[in-house]
Protein backbone atom coordinates (compact mmCIF):
# COMPACT_ATOMS: atom_id res chain seq x y z
CA UNK A 1 0.00 0.00 0.00
CA UNK A 2 1.45 3.32 -0.81
CA UNK A 3 0.48 7.26 0.90
CA UNK A 4 1.51 10.43 -0.78
CA UNK A 5 1.89 13.52 1.20
CA UNK A 6 1.74 17.21 0.07
CA UNK A 7 4.07 19.78 1.26
CA UNK A 8 3.51 23.48 1.27
CA UNK A 9 5.82 24.06 -1.96
CA UNK A 10 3.03 21.48 -3.69
CA UNK A 11 5.76 19.04 -4.59
CA UNK A 12 4.48 15.48 -3.59
CA UNK A 13 6.25 12.33 -1.84
CA UNK A 14 5.21 8.85 -2.19
CA UNK A 15 6.19 6.02 0.58
CA UNK A 16 5.32 2.71 1.39
CA UNK A 17 3.05 2.36 4.04
CA UNK A 18 3.84 -0.69 5.42
CA UNK A 19 8.17 0.10 5.80
CA UNK A 20 7.89 4.08 5.90
CA UNK A 21 10.51 3.59 2.86
CA UNK A 22 9.91 6.97 0.15
CA UNK A 23 9.76 5.58 -2.86
CA UNK A 24 10.05 8.21 -5.25
CA UNK A 25 9.04 12.31 -4.79
CA UNK A 26 7.55 14.40 -7.24
CA UNK A 27 7.93 18.13 -7.89
CA UNK A 28 5.23 20.73 -7.75
CA UNK A 29 3.07 22.08 -8.46
CA UNK A 30 0.62 18.98 -7.35
CA UNK A 31 -2.93 20.32 -6.61
CA UNK A 32 -4.77 16.90 -6.58
CA UNK A 33 -3.66 13.43 -6.54
CA UNK A 34 -5.27 9.72 -6.90
CA UNK A 35 -4.49 6.31 -6.90
CA UNK A 36 -5.69 3.81 -9.59
CA UNK A 37 -7.86 1.15 -7.63
CA UNK A 38 -5.30 -1.42 -8.04
CA UNK A 39 -2.68 1.49 -6.35
CA UNK A 40 -0.64 0.57 -9.23
CA UNK A 41 -0.78 4.11 -10.32
CA UNK A 42 -1.01 7.81 -9.34
CA UNK A 43 -2.38 10.51 -11.13
CA UNK A 44 -1.77 14.02 -10.50
CA UNK A 45 -2.64 17.25 -11.73
CA UNK A 46 -0.93 20.86 -11.14
CA UNK A 47 -0.90 24.13 -13.60
CA UNK A 48 -3.43 22.59 -15.66
CA UNK A 49 -1.35 19.57 -16.77
CA UNK A 50 -2.94 15.81 -15.53
CA UNK A 51 -0.10 13.09 -15.49
CA UNK A 52 -0.15 9.33 -14.73
CA UNK A 53 2.96 7.59 -12.97
CA UNK A 54 3.95 4.16 -12.17
CA UNK A 55 5.39 3.02 -9.30
CA UNK A 56 9.24 3.49 -10.15
CA UNK A 57 8.19 7.26 -10.68
CA UNK A 58 8.16 7.26 -14.16
CA UNK A 59 5.42 9.80 -15.95
CA UNK A 60 3.81 7.17 -18.14
CA UNK A 61 1.32 9.45 -19.61
CA UNK A 62 0.32 13.14 -20.00
CA UNK A 63 -3.49 13.96 -21.08
CA UNK A 64 -3.55 15.53 -24.10
CA UNK A 65 -6.23 18.08 -22.89
CA UNK A 66 -5.31 21.28 -20.38
CA UNK A 67 -7.75 21.22 -17.07
CA UNK A 68 -7.40 23.70 -14.96
CA UNK A 69 -8.54 23.42 -11.38
CA UNK A 70 -8.45 19.45 -11.81
CA UNK A 71 -10.28 16.92 -9.64
CA UNK A 72 -9.85 14.07 -10.67
CA UNK A 73 -11.21 9.98 -9.56
CA UNK A 74 -10.13 6.91 -10.65
CA UNK A 75 -12.97 3.86 -11.57
CA UNK A 76 -12.56 0.49 -12.39
CA UNK A 77 -11.29 -0.93 -15.30
CA UNK A 78 -8.31 1.41 -15.91
CA UNK A 79 -10.96 4.72 -16.19
CA UNK A 80 -9.60 8.01 -14.89
CA UNK A 81 -12.24 11.14 -14.63
CA UNK A 82 -11.22 14.53 -14.63
CA UNK A 83 -13.27 17.58 -13.63
CA UNK A 84 -12.65 21.77 -14.61
CA UNK A 85 -12.47 24.01 -17.05
CA UNK A 86 -10.90 22.56 -20.22
CA UNK A 87 -9.03 24.09 -22.73
CA UNK A 88 -10.15 27.74 -23.10
CA UNK A 89 -13.56 26.98 -21.66
CA UNK A 90 -15.24 29.10 -19.77
CA UNK A 91 -17.32 25.65 -18.10
CA UNK A 92 -16.55 22.90 -15.89
CA UNK A 93 -16.97 19.18 -17.90
CA UNK A 94 -16.26 15.76 -16.55
CA UNK A 95 -14.06 13.71 -18.74
CA UNK A 96 -13.41 10.36 -18.98
CA UNK A 97 -10.26 8.53 -19.99
CA UNK A 98 -9.64 4.70 -20.63
CA UNK A 99 -5.70 4.24 -19.02
CA UNK A 100 -4.98 1.42 -20.77
CA UNK A 101 -5.78 2.79 -24.70
CA UNK A 102 -4.74 6.69 -23.88
CA UNK A 103 -8.32 7.21 -25.14
CA UNK A 104 -10.95 9.74 -24.60
CA UNK A 105 -14.41 7.56 -23.16
CA UNK A 106 -16.85 10.36 -22.91
CA UNK A 107 -17.35 13.89 -22.26
CA UNK A 108 -20.45 15.08 -19.48
CA UNK A 109 -21.39 18.17 -19.42
CA UNK A 110 -21.39 18.65 -15.67
CA UNK A 111 -19.42 20.87 -13.10
CA UNK A 112 -18.29 17.51 -11.12
CA UNK A 113 -16.73 18.85 -7.79
CA UNK A 114 -17.54 15.29 -6.46
CA UNK A 115 -17.67 12.35 -8.50
CA UNK A 116 -18.22 8.43 -7.76
CA UNK A 117 -17.80 5.32 -10.57
CA UNK A 118 -20.10 2.21 -9.80
CA UNK A 119 -18.47 -0.94 -9.46
CA UNK A 120 -18.82 -2.11 -12.87
CA UNK A 121 -17.55 1.43 -14.31
CA UNK A 122 -20.81 1.92 -16.32
CA UNK A 123 -21.86 4.84 -14.30
CA UNK A 124 -20.70 7.98 -12.81
CA UNK A 125 -22.04 10.25 -10.15
CA UNK A 126 -21.48 13.60 -9.29
CA UNK A 127 -23.01 16.89 -8.56
CA UNK A 128 -24.35 19.50 -10.46
CA UNK A 129 -27.80 21.47 -9.61
CA UNK A 130 -28.93 18.21 -8.57
CA UNK A 131 -27.35 14.63 -7.85
CA UNK A 132 -26.35 13.12 -11.37
CA UNK A 133 -26.41 9.59 -12.17
CA UNK A 134 -24.64 9.39 -15.93
CA UNK A 135 -24.06 6.17 -18.38
CA UNK A 136 -20.63 7.01 -19.32
CA UNK A 137 -20.74 4.44 -22.61
CA UNK A 138 -23.55 6.93 -23.97
CA UNK A 139 -22.54 10.10 -21.89
CA UNK A 140 -26.48 10.23 -21.30
CA UNK A 141 -28.01 11.65 -18.04
CA UNK A 142 -29.92 8.27 -16.42
CA UNK A 143 -31.46 9.66 -13.24
CA UNK A 144 -31.37 13.03 -10.69
CA UNK A 145 -31.63 12.83 -7.26
CA UNK A 146 -33.02 15.62 -5.16
CA UNK A 147 -30.41 18.51 -4.83
CA UNK A 148 -28.17 18.42 -2.05
CA UNK A 149 -28.42 20.09 1.09
CA UNK A 150 -24.82 21.38 1.07
CA UNK A 151 -21.82 21.45 -0.94
CA UNK A 152 -20.88 17.91 -1.56
CA UNK A 153 -17.46 16.82 -0.47
CA UNK A 154 -17.48 12.81 -1.69
CA UNK A 155 -19.58 10.39 -3.55
CA UNK A 156 -19.84 6.71 -3.17
CA UNK A 157 -21.79 3.67 -4.57
CA UNK A 158 -22.86 0.86 -2.64
CA UNK A 159 -21.28 -2.56 -4.09
CA UNK A 160 -24.53 -3.68 -5.22
CA UNK A 161 -25.15 -0.21 -7.17
CA UNK A 162 -28.33 0.06 -5.52
CA UNK A 163 -27.47 3.02 -3.27
CA UNK A 164 -25.39 6.90 -3.43
CA UNK A 165 -24.04 7.72 -0.24
CA UNK A 166 -23.25 11.54 -0.35
CA UNK A 167 -20.69 13.36 2.21
CA UNK A 168 -21.80 17.19 2.78
CA UNK A 169 -20.26 20.22 4.08
CA UNK A 170 -22.81 20.45 6.83
CA UNK A 171 -21.21 17.52 8.42
CA UNK A 172 -24.20 14.81 7.09
CA UNK A 173 -23.85 11.56 5.47
CA UNK A 174 -27.28 10.81 3.14
CA UNK A 175 -27.88 7.60 1.49
CA UNK A 176 -30.31 7.45 -1.30
CA UNK A 177 -32.18 4.38 -3.04
CA UNK A 178 -31.18 4.67 -6.43
CA UNK A 179 -34.46 2.49 -7.78
CA UNK A 180 -36.76 5.19 -5.70
CA UNK A 181 -35.17 8.23 -6.02
CA UNK A 182 -35.60 8.80 -2.23
CA UNK A 183 -33.25 9.97 0.81
CA UNK A 184 -33.64 6.87 3.49
CA UNK A 185 -31.14 7.52 5.78
CA UNK A 186 -28.88 10.59 7.13
CA UNK A 187 -26.23 9.93 9.45
CA UNK A 188 -25.05 12.89 11.49
CA UNK A 189 -21.15 12.90 11.11
CA UNK A 190 -20.21 15.57 13.28
CA UNK A 191 -20.79 19.18 13.48
CA UNK A 192 -18.24 19.94 10.59
CA UNK A 193 -16.71 18.52 7.24
CA UNK A 194 -17.29 15.36 6.61
CA UNK A 195 -14.26 14.49 3.52
CA UNK A 196 -14.36 10.91 2.51
CA UNK A 197 -16.63 7.92 1.88
CA UNK A 198 -16.00 3.98 1.72
CA UNK A 199 -18.64 1.01 1.57
CA UNK A 200 -16.97 -2.40 2.71
CA UNK A 201 -16.70 -4.98 -0.11
CA UNK A 202 -20.43 -6.09 0.76
CA UNK A 203 -21.87 -3.21 1.51
CA UNK A 204 -22.72 -3.86 5.22
CA UNK A 205 -20.89 -0.86 6.36
CA UNK A 206 -19.63 2.87 5.05
CA UNK A 207 -16.57 4.55 6.64
CA UNK A 208 -16.70 8.36 6.71
CA UNK A 209 -13.26 10.22 7.47
CA UNK A 210 -14.25 13.83 9.15
CA UNK A 211 -11.77 16.88 7.94
CA UNK A 212 -9.53 16.30 11.40
CA UNK A 213 -9.00 12.78 10.61
CA UNK A 214 -11.56 11.05 12.47
CA UNK A 215 -12.68 7.97 10.92
CA UNK A 216 -16.29 6.07 11.78
CA UNK A 217 -17.57 2.66 10.72
CA UNK A 218 -21.54 2.67 10.51
CA UNK A 219 -23.66 -0.44 10.40
CA UNK A 220 -25.92 -0.07 7.00
CA UNK A 221 -27.62 -3.85 7.50
CA UNK A 222 -30.93 -3.24 9.41
CA UNK A 223 -30.13 -6.70 11.50
CA UNK A 224 -26.74 -5.24 12.76
CA UNK A 225 -28.23 -1.65 13.68
CA UNK A 226 -30.94 -4.02 15.69
CA UNK A 227 -28.60 -5.72 17.38
CA UNK A 228 -26.15 -3.08 18.31
CA UNK A 229 -29.11 -1.32 19.47
CA UNK A 230 -30.48 -4.23 21.68
CA UNK A 231 -26.68 -4.22 23.11
CA UNK A 232 -26.19 -0.73 24.23
CA UNK A 233 -30.06 0.45 24.97
CA UNK A 234 -31.15 -1.45 28.15
CA UNK A 235 -34.31 -1.35 27.17
CA UNK A 236 -36.50 -2.12 23.94
CA UNK A 237 -36.68 0.50 21.47
CA UNK A 238 -40.04 2.15 20.68
CA UNK A 239 -42.01 1.72 17.70
CA UNK A 240 -41.39 5.81 17.37
CA UNK A 241 -37.41 5.37 17.34
CA UNK A 242 -37.40 2.49 14.88
CA UNK A 243 -39.00 4.85 12.62
CA UNK A 244 -36.97 7.26 13.10
CA UNK A 245 -33.23 5.69 13.54
CA UNK A 246 -33.93 2.46 11.36
CA UNK A 247 -36.43 2.95 8.98
CA UNK A 248 -38.97 0.37 9.89
CA UNK A 249 -42.58 0.40 10.23
CA UNK A 250 -42.13 -1.29 14.26
CA UNK A 251 -39.83 -3.10 16.02
CA UNK A 252 -40.14 -6.64 15.94
CA UNK A 253 -40.48 -8.29 19.98
CA UNK A 254 -36.40 -8.62 21.21
CA UNK A 255 -35.61 -12.66 21.98
CA UNK A 256 -35.87 -13.20 25.71
Known amino acids: MWSSSQSATSSI ?11 FGLGGPVNETAWSLDGG ?8 VVRIYDLAGNAVWTLPEHVAEARLRFGPRGL ?18 DLRTQALVATIPSPGSAMAFDRSGALLATDGDALEIWDIEQGELVAELPAARADVN ?13 ASADGKVRLFDLGSGEEVLVLPVRE ?32 DLLEIARSEVTR ?21
Do not use: N, Q
Open 236 to 256: SLTDEECRRYLHLARCSTPPP
Open 80 to 97: LATSGRLGSSPEDAIKIW
Open 192 to 223: GICCALAFSPDGSMLATRDSDGTVRVWAMDID
Open 154 to 166: DLAFSPDGSRLAV
Open 13 to 23: TIKDVASGEEL
Open 41 to 48: YLATAGAG
